[in-house]
């Protein structure tokens, strides 16, 4: 079965600063991989995929994620954060074959100090 | 509608009291999914529907949780002789089908139980 893990559940960083939040995946069969965004008192929201193509995926906002079947990864970065970025980040995989619900990591708060 | 409409917002209610919880997703949307997010934690699959095979059960915890879908419209979930480690928010969640991982989330419905 697909699993993700990511590593840390707060993460902090100053305004300006690189934002790295890390995930790593487990599936017996080629993924697809997403990374979520819940911002305060909203709902989920999408804010990039892989799906197979370009294995460096830009999304909304700045963001953007590499696919590192090697080291298993699709760690998520933004060069230089902003206080809008404060919110709650969950990546997720699908199996292409198979079972096809989409799992989601525990996920990672993120804190943009002025 | 426009997006993924959850009723109620809120419902608190008293151990051992059933409950039940609405979802109307995107209109074409053939997936819906639900999943629970407990207070500091990720986000749990509960069970999804994909047109009309058989829904995918696998999340629910126990068997005081069942959830139905008409079609391709609106889904119920209902939590019978609810417990207080039942309280959480639940997330619903559709998509055009189960083959993209790309959900359009609802804003949940948040449950307390006493």
């Known amino acids: 079965a697909q699993s993700v893990t990511q590593l840390g559940s707060h993460v902090s960083v100053s305004e300006g600063a690189l934002v790295l939040l890390r995930c790593n995946y487990s599936?017996?069969?080629?993924?697809?991989l997403f990374w979520y965004v819940q911002y305060p008192n909203q709902g989920l929201q999408l804010l990039l995929k892989y799906t197979s193509a370009a294995t460096l995926v830009k999304g909304i906002n700045g963001f953007e994620a590499e696919f590192k079947k090697s080291e298993t990864s699709f760690h998520l970065t933004k060069p230089s954060a902003h206080m809008s970025d404060a919110a709650e980040y969950f990546c997720a995989v699908i199996q292409i074959q198979g079972a096809q619900k989409l799992v989601f990591g525990q996920g990672t708060r993120l804190t943009i100090n002025p | 509608g426009a997006g993924v409409s959850q009723s109620p917002s809120n419902k608190v209610t008293e151990k051992g009291k059933d409950v039940e919880l609405r979802c109307d997703p995107i209109?074409?949307?053939?997936?819906l999914y639900w999943y629970r997010q407990r207070l500091g934690q990720g986000l749990e699959f509960l069970i999804y529907?994909?047109?009309?095979?058989?829904?995918?059960k696998s999340g629910l915890p126990s068997d005081r949780f069942s959830a139905e879908r008409t079609g391709e419209s609106v889904s119920t979930l209902t939590i019978q002789r609810t417990q207080q480690e039942d309280s959480a928010v639940y997330l619903c969640?559709?998509?055009?089908?189960?083959?993209?991982?790309?959900?359009?989330f609802g804003e949940g419905s948040r449950l307390t139980v006493l």
């Open positions: 209109s074409g949307h053939t997936a």
């Open positions: 599936s017996s069969v080629p993924p697809y």
């Open positions: 529907f994909q047109g009309n095979s058989a829904p995918d």
């Open positions: 969640a559709s998509s055009r089908d189960s083959n993209t991982g790309e959900l359009f």
